[in-house]
């Protein structure tokens, strides 16, 4: 199984770190699957096998290409991070998703933003934002994204 980091597991699973650290200790509680680069206690954050959490992530049947998706947003690839979030959203995770978009965004990946946007101007996991939503929106169109580019043209936002 890949390791992921505490961080990432926490995003995807809406569980608190406390609650992950718990999940990392084996059944008879007196060890922890932790692993960090390099091994001990050094540097760098603390990484977990994704299987200790994968009942836990609100995507059923996760396949291949979602646990290469889920390490690519780990190592902080605004692509899979888009797509992290767009899995959760899919699931009616908005809330879940809404970090990963986030993320992507902030590199600013366009279908992110533009995914940010909507889930603004919809209120869906966040408080309803409409400017917000909507300055996301043409900040995607301005760096090329073609359907944020026809909403702005369709409303004249310019």
């Known amino acids: 199984m890949p390791l992921?980091?505490?961080?990432?597991?926490?995003?995807?699973t809406g569980l608190s770190k406390?609650?992950?650290w718990r999940r990392m200790a084996l059944e008879d509680g007196s060890r922890f699957r932790l692993r960090r680069p390099g091994g001990?206690?050094?540097?760098?954050?603390?990484?977990?096998?994704l299987g200790v959490i994968l009942k836990d992530i609100p995507v059923p049947d996760l396949q291949e290409e979602e646990f290469q998706f889920i390490q690519g947003a780990?190592?902080?690839?605004?692509?899979?991070?888009?797509?992290?979030?767009?899995?959760?959203?899919?699931?009616?995770?908005?809330?879940?998703?809404?970090?990963?978009?986030q993320a992507a965004a902030d590199q600013e990946y366009p279908d992110a933003m533009?995914?940010?946007?909507?889930?603004?101007?919809?209120?869906?996991g966040v408080p309803q934002d409409?400017?917000?939503g909507?300055?996301?929106?043409?900040?995607a169109a301005q760096r090329g994204h073609r359907i944020s580019q026809g909403q702005v043209e369709a409303l004249g936002l310019r």
């Open 134 to 139: 909507v300055s996301w929106i043409k900040r």
């Open 40 to 49: 001990g206690r050094g540097p760098g954050p603390a990484r977990i096998e």
């Open 74 to 101: 780990d190592s902080g690839d605004p692509e899979a991070q888009n797509d992290v979030a767009l899995m959760l959203l899919e699931v009616g995770r908005p809330e879940l998703a809404l970090f990963w978009f």
């Open 18 to 20: 406390r609650t992950i």
């Open 4 to 12: 992921i980091s505490v961080d990432t597991a926490v995003h995807l």
């Open 114 to 124: 533009h995914w940010l946007g909507r889930c603004y101007v919809s209120g869906e």
């Open 130 to 132: 409409e400017a917000l």
